[in-house]
């Protein structure tokens, strides 16, 4: 369905920055398009399909890491912060995609990754000399116990001791993820200096903002206490064992990222900055990391990349965690990003994935606070199955087969289906094009008035048409076992939302006095019921 909507007047968010209530499409440039056919994505292939982003009418694009790196986290472990990797390009690559990505109306925000860097990093390089250089405490450095073991008990995300012995300084360092990833020593003010350095950098090429990475794991508690063992439950890594206490979220966190809010404030209030953190207690700290307009400008939720079900109770919930309270930060969501299996292989059956892709995107298009678009999410790309022997993912080879792990996540972008490789290249793509997303390829799509692309730009052009959808308040939230109804609302202007989040159908009535501006999957007000998998978007008549 594809009804007439009266776009509002702008005037009451006439002083509202961009980025509230935006949609920002992630892209992971490894995987978008390869230029100079080697298998591996590149910024000249990011430019080159710019077109097609802008085509979907997002406020802004998120690049996944591109500076210099061994690759050993494909970008997460870099090297060097103010430089692009070869694999990518160069820097006059990036300022070709930031100024083309700009003339087409589009904002971008880059990852920066402050909790640690490569220990090729020339910084690192120093600091494990000895005990007396200049930069001898910008990493987390510590005696081993008596008996030889680690400082601590403290385990690594992708598995294992969470500290790595160097015979050079005759210390153990901390990593929290792999070992080839040491942890900053974000403590010390120059190390804080230093980072700040690197945002500046990228700030006066023109960047509109960043995506921090692991915020809560900027900081350990110097105590190097042990960690308590965690509840019973499902666990594939020894990380999953321990509350997660003296290794990450230090209360100090908190004054480092003032420091950044404002740097980025004396760039202008139309940077952006916004925080990945996650673990057991990630909405209490995400409302720490975003609090009173202090510190970062939002934070995004784990709550439904890790959902194994979507449910109008986690929605719900959702919204409750984020309801608007004086202080309280302003939330981003994702369904799917480069970590996280993709949204519609985890919430429906193969047979009912083209429509639950549907009516999670105009869930998506509906919540309050920015959203996120994964690259493929606009195509209903389900995840990929990659066989064991073209696994690259350092995690997935880890816990194999016990995750989806993030490879099949991280798949060739198609599109041309009937071209090798789906176009994104001319060789063998670092991780294998699935047949099956040949069938959803961009170009097959285009061609189809009523694919997923298509309803993307619809729903995308909902939220910018209607104010309440992309800044209001929520409220009237009714959350059934397969029903969920809520409004949004901003001024006078009130927008009522229903989404069968089953695949059976399940009784509804439109309220009096809505009509009907966007449905999809026969929701329709003339019935009843609705249908499996049904969504729509009314607004008061």
Known sequence: MNLQVTPQSTSATASTPWWKGAVIYQIYPRSFADSNADGIGDLPGVLAHLDHVASLGVDGVW????????????????????????????????????????ALGMKVIIDQVYSHTSDAHDWFRESRKDRTNAKADWYVWADAKPDGSPPS?????????????DANRGQYYLHNFLPSQPDLNLHNKAVQDAVLDTAKFWL?????????????????????????PAPPGRRTRSFDFQLHLHNQSHPDIAAYLERIRALMDAYGAD???????????????MKQYTADDRRLHSAYSFAFLYAEALSPKLVAEGFETWSGRHGEGWPSWAFSNHD???????????????????????????????????????LGLPQAEVPFERLQDPEALVNWPLTLGRDGART????????????????EPWLPMPPAHLALAVDVQEA???????????????????PALRTGEVRN??????????????????VFCAFNISADAAPFQLPEGFRIVEAVNGASADSRRLPAYAGLVAVRS
């Open 448 to 466: 189809s008035p009523t694919s997923v692309l298509h309803t993307t730009r619809r729903l995308v052009a909902l939220r910018k048409a209607l």
């Open 204 to 228: 006066d090429r023109g960047v509109d903002g960043f995506r921090l990475d692991a915020v809560n794991f900027s900081m350990h508690h110097p105590c190097l206490t042990d960690n308590p």
């Open 340 to 378: 996280a299996p993709r949204a519609v292989t985890r919430w429906a059956a193969p047979e009912h994935r083209e429509a639950a892709a549907r009516m999670t995107l105009m869930l998506l298009m509906c919540l309050r606070g920015n959203v996120f678009l994964y690259y493929g999410d606009e």
């Open 63 to 102: 690049l996944s890491p591109f500076f210099r790196s061994p690759m050993k986290d494909f970008g997460y472990d870099i090297s060097d912060y103010r430089d692009v990797d070869p694999i990518f390009g160069t820097l006059d690559d990036f300022d070709r995609v930031l100024a083309r990505a700009h």
């Open 412 to 427: 060739p972008m198609p599109w041309t289906s009937a071209v090798t490789f789906g176009a994104f290249s001319t060789h």
């Open 477 to 494: 939230v009714t959350a059934g076992e397969h029903l969920l109804t809520f409004e949004r609302s901003v001024g006078a202007e009130r």
């Open 153 to 165: 008990n403290w385990q690594s995300v992708f598995g294992g001791p969470a500290w790595t012995w």
């Open 271 to 285: 940077r952006f900055t916004v925080a990945e953190v996650g673990g057991d207690n990630a909405d209490v700290e």
